[in-house]
């Protein structure tokens, strides 16, 4: 699988951006898509989780109620709908995946065995 994060950018504080994570070479099934984040000299972060095939999704506490993850099954395409943003909201945003079902929890980074190459938000005060 192959993954292509697109839609960062300079962004003032407030208001909002949509991020894009483009899949190709081979179908999600059951698997998932997810968001991580790295701020500069701070570690990568869980950002949100989406379940491919039934659409329940997961959020860091640091985004709730200001991100929505969404996904596109006929397009095998995620997004990130960003809202609200906040300078602490800046990072290179990550977005990761993994197919067919699995026990694995939502939210580490060792439950997704594909990357993306990460697209920059920077979110000025």
């Known amino acids: 699988v192959q993954l292509q994060a697109s839609g960062g950018g300079l962004v003032q504080a407030g208001n909002s951006l949509r991020l894009s994570c483009a899949a190709s070479?081979?179908?999600?099934?059951?698997?998932?898509m997810a968001w991580f984040r790295q701020a500069p000299g701070k570690e990568r972060e869980f950002v949100s989780a989406?379940?491919?095939?039934?659409?329940?999704?997961y959020y860091g506490d640091s985004v709730k109620g200001r991100f929505t993850i969404s996904r596109d099954r006929a397009s095998n395409t995620g997004y990130l709908q960003m809202n609200s943003l906040k300078p602490g909201d800046t990072a290179t945003y990550y977005c990761?995946?993994?197919?067919?079902?699995?026990?694995?929890?939502?939210?580490?980074?060792?439950?997704?065995?594909?990357w993306g190459q990460g697209t920059k938000v920077t979110v000025s005060s």
């Open positions: 990761a995946a993994r197919t067919g079902l699995s026990q694995r929890s939502f939210y580490p980074e060792n439950a997704y065995d594909y």
């Open positions: 989406i379940a491919w095939y039934g659409g329940s999704t």
């Open positions: 070479g081979r179908t999600f099934g059951s698997g998932a």
